[in-house]
């Protein structure tokens, strides 16, 4: 399939901002999190994951029913992408000899609200830079690139952090400044040439409006029957996915203890990981045309159910080796498949509203799952048991999805009004 201008420039955006997901959220900040003295645990990084998730989540749908305007998608975009971009530069300057870990917390929750608004009109772009038909094998390449990019910053912040030593917090902190480098780099194609082409047109009052539509909105969604059930088991699901996502080091760390699992081998894993998501996502991509997204988001969350059960039992290095592939294999393909699923289901004149209530649902599910994860390790003394939390959650996303019709449905077949 060949790309067009706009769709590789979409997709190198997607090459960007998976450097932050990899090297902030997952990787480099809960090992220099670790470092300060006046920490807990590692585990507690949960609960400011849960605080960031809240704040995105109530101000996304808000935000998504502004930007539908016309010509103001991209400056929304621009502005949560400067401060994600800003906010993960300012990590690399708070040292942990400083003991100021609160003010680290402060710049992850505003990186991570960057990263996370960004992406609100980021998805939402996918209306207009494709048609239906494509959406699937875009919205994958996306994921899959983005995947197999990050490994060149990462690999770049692991050979220095190797360099200058483990346990020093210097090595983690040029990641940060390289991390930040790359995504904002491969921002500029997204600003450049890509133009938001359904909208509302401009009117008056549309602060003032853009909330009647919001309530509009909110009043009849359960109309949508497709939407609405689709938008309940993707804040099931999904949360598993995100919460292992960031919560995969604190766990291991936790499980393994420092001295089985060394913090350059646990690095080295998540390389693996990301290397392993790349082809996975294409083929989830090829699957999709031939089996459906719906089978194959199915395959996905199982795989996850999978996944968390053999968390419970691992008790080597291996075991972590062997999980990650298995991670691997379904994280990139879930979350694109869900990506394009929801881009087909949704009016493309609202894009921004409707992917704005896409990441409430997803970021107030994103709330759950650390925090379960890290009160199950406060209540049980054990961190083994705080995965076997969010199986319950791919369970129920499971059972809601399966209500959803196999056949393809697009918003003009359910004929249900918006307000």
């Not at 995969?248 to 392993?276: C, E, H, K, N, R």
Request: net charge positive.
């Amino acid at each position: 399939m060949k790309l067009s201008k706009e769709e590789r420039s979409w997709i190198l955006y997607d090459c960007g901002n998976s450097a932050y997901s990899m090297a902030v959220t997952t990787a480099l900040l809960p090992i220099v999190f670790g470092m300060f003295e006046n920490v807990n645990s590692s585990m507690d990084l949960g609960y400011f994951n849960s605080l960031a998730s809240i704040l995105v989540a109530i101000i996304s749908p808000i935000l998504g029913t502004l930007a539908d305007y016309k010509d103001k998608k991209k400056r929304f975009f621009l502005f949560f992408a400067l401060i994600g971009l800003i906010s993960t530069l300012s990590l690399a300057f708070v040292s942990p000899a400083s003991g100021q870990w609160q003010l680290l917390i402060v710049f992850y929750v505003l990186s991570a609200i960057g990263f996370a608004g960004s992406n609100i009109f980021y998805d939402s772009f996918l209306v207009d830079i494709t048609s239906d038909d494509r959406m699937d094998k875009v919205s994958s390449r996306g994921f899959a690139f983005g995947y197999i990019s990050s490994v060149i910053p990462f690999g770049i912040s692991l050979a220095l952090i190797f360099v200058l030593g483990m346990d020093e917090a210097i090595g983690y902190q040029i990641g940060f400044i390289i991390t930040a480098l790359w995504w904002g780099l491969l921002t500029i194609p997204m600003i450049r040439d890509v133009k938001q082409r359904y909208y509302i047109e401009p009117e008056p009052q549309p602060v003032i409006n853009s909330f009647k539509r919001l309530g509009q909105t909110f009043k009849h969604i359960r109309n949508y029957k497709t939407v609405f059930i689709f938008l309940i088991a993707y804040f099931c699901y999904i949360d598993g996915v995100d919460t292992i996502i960031k919560m995969v080091v604190p766990y291991a760390t936790s499980v393994l203890g420092a001295g089985a699992l060394d913090t350059f081998t646990l690095l080295g894993i998540l390389l693996v990981i990301q290397i392993i998501a790349f082809p996975c996502a294409l083929i989830y991509g090829n699957l999709a045309k031939k089996y459906s997204t719906r089978t194959m988001i199915i395959v996905g969350i199982l795989t996850y159910i999978i996944s968390c059960i053999a968390a419970f039992y691992i008790s080597s290095v291996w075991h972590i080796f062997i999980l990650g592939a298995l991670i691997g294999s379904a994280q990139g393909g879930i979350q694109a498949l869900s990506r394009s699923y929801y881009g087909r289901i949704i009016p493309k004149e609202r894009s921004n509203e409707f992917f704005g209530f896409y990441n409430i649902f997803g970021k107030f599910a994103a709330i759950i799952g650390p925090f379960v994860m890290s009160l199950t390790t406060t209540m049980t003394g054990n961190a083994k048991y705080s995965i076997l939390s969010i199986i319950p959650l791919f369970i129920i996303g499971l059972i809601v999805f399966l209500a959803l019709p196999k056949e393809k449905v697009t918003l003009a077949e359910e004929h249900f009004p918006i307000g």
